[in-house]
């Protein structure tokens, strides 16, 4: 463009221009001289007291900045050395930027030095900015960055103008969860971190709110560089422009795996707890239930013993006082059992596992029970094969044959057979508990060894249990390393299959 005025109307259209900038211009000449400046130069100087120390024309620009002393001196020899270089022509251009504090304000300037030539003589441009916002707006990024550098969880950024919306930004806590570095998830979608279990439910979510630019937050299983699996509790979240328009989408990633594990923990043994706990109602109902009736029973008789003894005959009173020693001895059984139970609970019941011959063992306890079976007409016999060493407690073991052989003898009818056996395989000791007598329909068998399942059941001859025992059995026989089936028929019979394994196992030779 080129304008054509008058000599002394070109200077005033020039000075008009220079007016109308809002940079702060001084023209110097190639000393240094301040010949020109423009309205916001001089405003500026007034503003903040330089006029008072000769900042208008005719000054020695770079006299100033050599002078300059307290905060700014540095960047004063910054600019110095830049309008030199400038006016040396070794640089085309120069910018320096300086802070400028107020008394009640923090500013930040730049100057800009360029030159140009008239006349053969070299002359230099320095313009003076205000760049307090951008300052301010940087300083902002700046902490917004160092945040995103520092914080545990990860920060991906996706562009989703892009291909396949890939991740443009990661940052360090990304690399520190999934271990793959922003160098190699550059350009890439996320799935990469997907995998077997990851939960195709919360992937739907993820589309969905990605395809109608929504927020997000899902938890699912992603899979580490190392292939390692993590919880990854993640929240995406749409980024629009002024217009509303959503240039990216921000990822934060948090690894909660430990949170998930100790929810499970947590999970779980409420679980147990409500389990335990309705186990033990259950219980305590059966127990309260069975326990009361050899109680009225004895309570009858003694009511009879104390207010009308005189009203029966010797042979009824013998009947009735063995009637009460029935109903003592059952209680005293049930009692037993739930002591020993309560004890196995509570983890108070000793236990000390000594290596011994099983079928010694049986056999004497076969022996103990002979009275029983006899009175009740029972056939109890006993076919035991000796070495079978296994490592359990003896106290133990008597009280699992005990119980497992009493309640055969309990649902065997008299002329009924009970017979115990067993047999050394090559790793185990297998005893065996079968009987012929009334069985176990299929329906009671599937929760025989279950507490809060267990319905009593009379004997043949009407005995009273709670089931207790079996309960007590499965237990014990776990606690020594063994393991119980039962088999059973209604009508035909039942047998308890009980494996130990053996102390010192056969080997090949
Ligand atoms: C910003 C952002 C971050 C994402 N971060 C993850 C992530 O950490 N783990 C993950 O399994 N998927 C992440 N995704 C989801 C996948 O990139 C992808 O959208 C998802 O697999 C569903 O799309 P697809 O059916 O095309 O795979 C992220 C998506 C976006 C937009």
């Not at 997000?216 to 580490?224: G, S």
């Not at 609970?345 to 000793?350: A, D, S």
């Not at 329906?443 to 279950?450: G, N, V």
Request: net charge negative; hydrophobic share 35%.
């Amino acid at each position: 463009m080129e304008i054509q005025i008058g000599h002394e109307d070109s200077l005033k259209f020039v000075q008009s221009i220079l007016n109308a900038l809002s940079s702060h211009i001084a023209i110097l000449d190639h000393e240094g001289k301040i010949i020109a400046v423009n309205n916001a130069w001089i405003e500026f100087g007034k503003q903040n007291g330089f006029d008072k120390i000769s900042y208008g024309l005719g000054t020695n620009y770079l006299q100033v900045c050599q002078e300059a002393t307290g905060d700014n001196s540095e960047e004063a020899k910054e600019i110095e050395s830049g309008i030199l270089a400038v006016m040396r022509q070794s640089i085309d251009k120069a910018t320096v930027e300086y802070p400028c504090h107020g008394p009640t304000e923090k500013r930040w300037f730049s100057v800009k030095i360029s030159r140009f030539e008239m006349n053969r003589k070299v002359w230099v441009v320095v313009a003076h900015e205000n760049i307090t916002e951008k300052k301010l707006v940087e300083q902002q990024v700046q902490i917004r960055d160092h945040a995103m550098q520092s914080i545990a969880e990860g920060i991906t950024i996706t562009n989703p103008h892009l291909p396949d919306n890939p991740i443009v930004y990661a940052n360090p806590g990304f690399e520190q969860i999934t271990r793959y570095s922003p160098d190699e998830v550059i350009g890439k979608n996320c799935r990469f971190l997907q995998g077997a279990q990851t939960e195709s439910a919360s992937l739907e979510s993820i589309r969905n709110a990605i395809e109608k630019q929504q927020a997000c937050l899902v938890e699912l299983q992603n899979y580490r560089k190392d292939g390692k699996m993590f919880w990854n509790r993640l929240s995406i979240t749409p980024v629009r422009d002024e217009n509303g328009l959503v240039t990216h989408f921000v990822g934060v990633q948090s690894d909660v795996t430990q949170q998930k594990q100790y929810e499970q923990q947590l999970q779980n043994s409420q679980a147990e707890l409500r389990e335990m706990n309705a186990n033990k109602d259950k219980l305590f109902s059966i127990i309260s239930h069975d326990l009361k009736s050899p109680f009225h029973s004895i309570m009858g008789f003694a009511e009879i013993f104390s207010n009308d003894l005189q009203d029966y005959s010797y042979e009824d009173l013998q009947e009735f006082g063995n009637h009460v020693y029935s109903a003592a001895k059952n209680l005293y059984g049930l009692l037993e059992n739930l002591l020993q139970w309560s004890q196995i609970q509570t983890g108070k019941m000793e236990y000390n596992p000594v290596i011994l011959d099983a079928s010694e063992i049986v056999s004497s306890v076969v022996g103990l029970l002979q009275g029983n079976a006899l009175q009740k007409n029972i056939d109890l016999v006993s076919d035991l094969q000796g070495d079978g060493s296994i490592k359990v407690d003896l106290v133990m073991l008597q009280l699992i044959f005990q119980n497992l052989i009493s309640n055969s003898l309990k649902f065997t009818k008299p002329g009924g057979r009970v017979k115990v056996s067993s047999l050394n395989k090559k790793n185990f000791v297998e005893l065996l508990v079968s009987d012929n007598g009334i069985g176990i329909s299929s329906e009671q068998l599937s929760s025989l060894f279950t507490v809060g399942e267990q319905v009593s059941t009379l004997g043949t001859a009407q005995e009273k249990g709670t089931g207790l025992g079996l309960i007590l059995c499965k237990e014990l026989i776990e606690k020594n390393g063994g393991q119980i089936e039962v088999e059973s028929e209604p009508g035909k019979g039942t047998q308890f299959r009980i494996c130990f394994p053996l102390a010192e196992p056969i080997h090949d030779i």
